[in-house]
């Protein structure tokens, strides 16, 4: 999955709330506590397995595959996507992978070593990383003249809140598929939880994090807009994440809150009554179910968005 962006310093005009990513110690303590607590992971991967079945068939008449990984992070996406193809008919699979943060684009070539030596009946997997953003990298395209490398699927995981301007980068991504090329991308659903929050108070968080706030159904909108010659379809994926019973003094709940307002320790530092506003939204059946132990699971619910230029 995507990395959070790298930002330094950032303080929010919403009183003294700031971004969550401008303390990388919380960022990774919040991040850790959601990773361990939600089952967005397996939630992701599962519906990827099952799109990879799809492509797997749909690609069926080529023995050589370019994928491109918009905003790849870790590499965690990209193993499966890889070891699912890998494993079917293709002999060659060649990966651009792009993200601009150094330390992940590292970590996603350790994770993805071993995929490069091939047994017998795998595909041949090469990998190429970009250290940069999607939109310095069409940059550097635009300015030479040099036409946009075409690719058979194209894949942007939890990545488009991170961006100045996801249409462009939509577009950008759409022009750099192969005629019969498949995009997809997952994004926080437009129902989920963060959805409510977002909407609701977004313009109150922190402005200054590159998190754009965008849900799926903003970026489904997007979508709609490249054009009639492009189809677009969207599927809902379940998650949950587990907040637990009391979002003020419990350090799993403070963790989830951050993580979910994307801002640094924010029930110590936000202002009244937009803590008290916010907290109790999240805490709302708008967003939660609670158990009979007041144990709360918040909705995490994501969206796919799948394209292809018909
Ligand atoms: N932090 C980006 C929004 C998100 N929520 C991802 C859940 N997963």
Redesign the pocket.
Known sequence: ?SS?PDTTNSTSGAGSIRSLYSDTGRYLQS?GA?LKD?D?HEAIINWIKTYMDEMIVHLGGKKDLRLMSVGCGDGQVDLVVIEKLRNAHFQNIHVTLIDPSGEQTDRCRTLLQSLTTSEEGQAQVTLTFKTTSFEDYIATFEASGEALPKYDMVYLV?ML?YVKNPFSVLENSIKSLEGTGRLFLIH?SGH?G?AKVWKKFGPRLPQDDN?NYTTADDIRKLCDQLGDHVHVDQTEIEST?NIGSDLRTSLTGQLAVD??V?AAEFVEKAPEPLKSEVLDLIASDECTKKNEKGEMSFN?N?SAITMYVR
Do not use: K, P, R
């Open positions: 999955m959070a991040f959601f939600s967005e939890q809140y926080v989920s963060y998190c994440f993580f979910i994307e995490n994501l």
